[in-house]
């Protein structure tokens, strides 16, 4: 498919053939003539399609169904605000009632400010002699101009996770905050702003008002992030919140620059760079987003007028020098750079090109001879065979020149216009409209041979989207490849754990391959290169020794000019220093965290107690841009790993599996979440990011669909739950609106049953401490051997940095023991004066037990209901500081017997009330029996009150194993496990005409579903066919209680000389 631009200048172009019997071709090589007016038609015919095709991909990619209702469970303006009183200290009153309904807002009102107080998130001073064990990590720092997204609130909430649960421990915990200047994201950022507000470029400021510019953009915007990581209750010590920007962690940066420059790993080189051209600087590997085109894609680039169309291989053909009228055909992507060709390369073993080795080509626009050089190399399959050289914008043309001795020749400028030699009728004008012109050009030197489709990877700039471009540049590198080898060597030894493992191996691959390291941005923002380069005034005259290009680094300009001083052995003041302008890039600081934050180079107290840190929790995606570089530069300048584990977690996707964007409009700040968000306001929000107009316009509409009634409010609690619920060590998550109503009914549920243990322990309750309470019935040695093994389990997973399986145990305790199960129970135990004192004390147990499992994860809804309970004295002032459950201490309760027990008589429960549900029973208690072997009849006895509670039944009645029961009418049984069965009695509860009824309801759905076709009353259906795998479950279903109903008639209506039961054989 042609590409729209070069067929415009194809069009445009006036051809010139070549002479009438002239050789325009090479021997071997088929060329097709330029001007075929069919190919022209074919090329039209294909443009239009293409341009179909285009359109239909840039529409904003949406679910195909728009929501018309809100998530289940939440209805807009649904929030309702608390008063909520504080005491003459500062802490949140817990001495009023609670509030009648479960709100976030309420709950984690005053908190943090109080923790904040209370100096917990600061670790104690250390204790002469040893103290406690010591945790320290660092929050990646994000951007200080930008704000969190869930992908960083994953981040934060697991690390506070990790850091709240080991000072529950006892730990000296110190979780360290910060944020990074993010040169080329924050410049990008304020140029756009200062362009939008005041139509003001960069260049039009000095250096020192555009910094000025920038501080007073990091002064208006800095706290919102700080904001952001308080609202998630972030136990970070903010005494000690660095700034890479900060003078001393700039004493840190520049003081790593010249110990590294010294060890001969940082030199300075000229060599291609990835650069943004829009930016005007040179690009991290991180800010370069490779685009996969699979063919011709029209994209809009930053300074062109119109969309340019990538995906085309243009082919045209060097004449050969000679006078026989031979020529060289190449094909390219980039016809504008072939201005900056010095030579063309063929594979010496092609026969195609045979008799060509050894000439040259000429150039048809500059006239110059171009060497023909034969390089192995060379594919003879892709193109034309032929490659034309171009060393200043390709790195494999760079390798191919250097081999073989050409001239380095650049022809695009820094701002990405055309820059040819000796100007020229290109000079300024932008590199893509170029393209055109040069097309059009060869086309009227008959050397056009014509487009094809063609497949590629485009770098684009993530910051401008701009086409990345590769230009020759003189930039400060750094050698990497022996400090790769030791980070390699630090995982193979185990000395440094990457989890999940799986990242070992690409760990390895990328720390085998690693190359030079580029330090140099041409940016105003950032860490300025302490590199001078040194001159001497014409008047002093040159030294002999002086050689060109003269650099010197220093950590200051007074130690500089005496290393020059000494260097070129004359005067101090007879030279002149002339720092280098550009910046160092933001990942260079950023390596230097987890120490520079920590007053390294000095020895501080910090940096001598906290570091190394022990553990990393950042996104996988961020493992060798920051991970490894941390480990690199952390060995080279400490002698030491900056952490032993990295915890690196699965990305954070939306519902479609999209990577989070503010072009899409998907990215979700945390506080929406917390605090809800009308549509309204969230397009609000976007009016205020500093986005163009196109991206705007695709946002706004993303966000009318993805949230079309808004954002619930949700609350930091179950925001947290739902990120630490997600297995993070495997696939990527993929968050929505109703995984975060789930947990925000989760944390009602816990509400709720406090409020119920609160009203049950009463006000004059004396409690004892819940580690030393004695179980004396079965369902409380039950429900607190739960409570251990959930202990064991969450501390068993924390420390493996499974955090996702300590809150599956927590919440496993909490709904499917504690709430669904034992309060159940305990409220006819609460009745009876023998039971109700034991009961109480084990309630009071489980709930303050239960909240300190829970604080690590939901810390505010913890201590809201932690400080409402009854506590035995010495108590600690907050949760935060309650010693964490301890598995071995709490594994007296452990009996594995009552477990099993309970759980056979929980498969009663369940069987009693798949019949209760069947017959729709509502709140009439019918009598059981339950037939299972004598061994347990004795405990089932002792169980029995909890039977009847859970199964809502009535009298319960034992019988043996043997003989078939008889009941007499009216009695259903089923299934309940190994050798036991349940029955209920449902004389005068179950009409037989209701029962039929329901019966040919039941049939007609099942024949709806392809189930089955109903036959005689009470028979079971049949079907020749058995019903689509998307309907078996819910087939499965009908069938057993179609097989339930048909009993229940028989045995309510039953024929002359019936016994009375029938069995189930259905279920």
Not at 158 to 185: E, F, K, N, Y
Not at 322 to 332: I, K, N, S, W, Y
Not at 768 to 775: G, H, L, R
Not at 1025 to 1048: D, K, M
Request: glycine fraction near 8%; hydrophobic fraction near 40%; include cysteine.
């Amino acid at each position: 498919m042609a590409a729209p631009a070069l067929a415009r200048a194809v069009a445009a172009a006036r051809p010139l053939r070549p002479p009438v019997g002239a050789r325009a071709r090479c021997d071997g090589v088929s060329v097709p003539p330029p001007w075929d007016p069919r190919e022209l038609t074919r090329l039209r015919a294909r443009e239009q399609k293409e341009k179909r095709q285009r359109q239909r991909r840039e529409r904003p990619r949406v679910p195909p169904k728009v929501p018309t209702a809100p998530p289940r469970g939440w209805t807009p303006k649904s929030s309702v605000e608390y008063r909520h009183p504080l005491e003459p200290g500062g802490r949140k009153a817990t001495g009023v009632p609670l509030p009648p309904t479960y709100s976030p807002r309420y709950v984690e009102a005053a908190w943090y400010s109080w923790w904040e107080r209370l100096g917990v998130f600061t670790p104690p001073a250390p204790v002469p002699g040893g103290g406690p064990r010591v945790l320290s990590l660092v929050l990646p720092p994000p951007n200080v101009t930008g704000s969190l997204h869930l992908g960083h609130a994953l981040t934060v909430t697991l690390q506070d996770a990790l850091a709240r649960w080991r000072r529950m421990q006892g730990w000296s915990v110190l979780w360290l905050p910060g944020t990074d200047h993010a040169g080329i994201a924050t410049q990008a950022v304020v140029e756009r702003w200062l362009w939008q507000r005041r139509r003001l470029r960069r260049q039009d400021l000095s250096r020192a008002e555009f910094l000025e510019e920038v501080w007073a953009w990091k002064k208006r915007h800095g706290d919102e992030i700080l904001r952001q990581l308080r609202a998630l209750g972030a136990s970070l010590d903010w005494s000690r919140c660095a700034f890479t920007m900060d003078p001393g962690f700039s004493r840190a940066v520049t003081e790593s620059f010249v110990r590294l420059h010294e060890a001969g790993l940082i030199h300075r080189a000229r060599r291609l760079v990835t650069w943004s051209c829009a930016l005007r600087s040179a690009l991290a590997d991180v800010e370069v987003e490779p685009r996969v085109l699979t063919g011709p894609t029209e994209l809009r680039v930053p300074g062109c007028p119109h969309p340019v169309t990538f995906g085309v291989l243009v082919t045209f053909a060097y004449p050969v020098e000679g006078g026989d009228g031979l020529e060289l055909p190449v094909a390219t992507t980039r016809p504008e750079t072939m201005l900056g060709d010095v030579g063309v390369a063929v594979n010496p073993s092609d026969p195609r090109y045979t008799h060509l080795h050894g000439r040259h080509v000429r150039h048809p626009f500059t006239g110059q001879l171009l060497p023909i050089v034969t390089d192995p190399a060379v594919d003879p399959a892709r193109g034309t065979g032929a490659v034309k050289v171009t060393p200043g914008h390709s790195p494999p043309d760079l390798a191919l020149a250097r081999a073989h001795g050409l001239p380095l020749l650049g022809v695009i400028g820094d701002d990405g216009t055309m820059c040819p030699p000796g100007g020229g009728w290109l000079q300024g004008v932008h590199r893509f409209l170029a393209r055109e012109q040069v097309v059009a050009a060869l086309a009227q030197r008959g050397l056009y041979r014509g487009t094809q489709d063609h497949a590629l990877t485009l770098p684009l700039c993530s910051r401008s989207g701009d086409v990345v471009e590769y230009l020759l540049k003189s930039q400060w590198f750094l050698r990497c490849q022996e400090m790769a080898q030791r980070a390699r060597e630090a995982v193979t030894s185990g000395r440094l754990q990457l989890v999940p493992k799986f990242h070992e191996k690409n760990w390895k691959t990328w720390m085998d391959n690693v190359g030079d390291w580029c330090l140099s941005r041409q940016l105003w923002w950032g860490h300025r290169v302490p590199a001078y380069r040194v001159g001497v005034p014409p008047a002093a005259g040159s030294p002999p020794e002086h050689p060109e290009n003269f650099w010197v680094v220093g950590r200051s300009e007074a130690e500089a000019r005496a290393a020059a001083a000494r260097t070129l052995r004359c005067p101090p003041e007879a030279l002149e220093l002339q720092q280098d302008p550009d910046v160092l890039d933001t990942w260079f600081s950023s390596a230097l965290f987890p120490f520079a934050a920590l007053g390294w180079p000095e020895e501080t107290p910090d940096f001598q107690r906290f570091y190394p840190t022990n553990v990393l929790e950042t996104g996988s995606d961020l493992l060798f841009f920051w991970v490894a570089r941390m480990v690199m530069l952390g060995q080279q300048l400490t002698g030491r790993l900056p952490f032993s584990q990295v915890l690196l977690h699965s990305l954070v996707r939306d519902p479609q599996g999209r990577k989070m964007s503010k072009s899409l409009g998907n990215v979700i700040d945390p506080q929406d979440v917390i605090a809800g968000a009308s549509l309204q306001e969230l397009q609000e929000k976007l009016q205020h990011k500093i986005l163009d107009p196109h991206e705007l316009t695709v946002a706004a509409e993303s966000q009318r669909h993805q949230f079309p009634h808004g954002i619930p409010e949700c609350g930091a609690d179950a925001l947290r739950m739902t990120l630490c619920s997600h297995n993070v060590h495997g696939d990527d998550i993929r968050l929505d609106v109703a995984a975060l109503l789930s947990h925000r009914r989760f944390c009602n549920k816990i509400w709720n049953a406090l409020k119920f243990v609160l009203g049950a322990l009463g006000s004059q309750f004396v409690p004892q401490p819940p580690e030393e309470t004695t179980p004396r019935r079965p369902m409380e040695r039950w429900v607190l051997s739960r409570l251990a093994q959930a202990a064991g389990e969450c501390e068993r997973r924390m420390e493996a940095l499974e955090v996702h399986g300590a809150v599956a145990a927590v919440q496993h305790f909490w709904l499917r023991s504690f709430c669904d199960v034992y309060l159940e129970t305990a409220k006819p135990a609460l009745r009876e004066p023998e039971t109700a004192a034991t009961t109480r004390q084990t309630l009071l147990s489980c709930a303050e037990l239960g909240l300190r499992l829970l604080a690590p994860f939901a810390p505010f809804l913890a201590e809201e209901l932690w400080h409402r309970l009854p506590r035995a004295p010495p108590a600690p002032p907050t949760l935060c500081l309650a010693p964490f459950p301890d598995a071995a201490r709490l594994a007296r309760w452990r009996c594995p017997e009552v477990e099993a027990e309970v759980a056979a008589m929980q498969e009663v429960v369940r069987a009693a009330r798949a019949l209760r549900d069947t017959f729709r029973l509502g709140a009439a208690r019918p009598p059981v029996a339950v037939q299972c072997p004598a061994e347990a009849q004795d405990w089932l006895a002792a169980l029995g009150p909890a039977l009847q509670t859970l199964a809502q039944a009535g009298p319960l009645q034992l019988l043996p194993l043997g003989a078939e029961p008889e009941l007499g009418r009216g009695w259903v049984g089923a299934p309940a496990g190994p050798d036991t069965r349940v029955y209920l009695c449902l004389q005068g509860l179950v009409e037989p005409a209701a029962a039929r009824a329901q019966l040919r309801d039941l049939q007609r759905r099942l024949e709806t579903l392809g189930g089955g076709t109903p036959t005689s009353e009470g028979g079971p259906p049949t079907s020749r066919e058995g019903p689509p795998p998307s309907s078996q479950p819910q087939v499965a279903i009908l069938r057993s209680e179609l097989a339930r109903l048909a009993q229940a008639l028989q045995s309510l209506d039953p024929p002359q000389k019936d016994s009375g039961i029938r069995e189930d054989p259905g279920v």
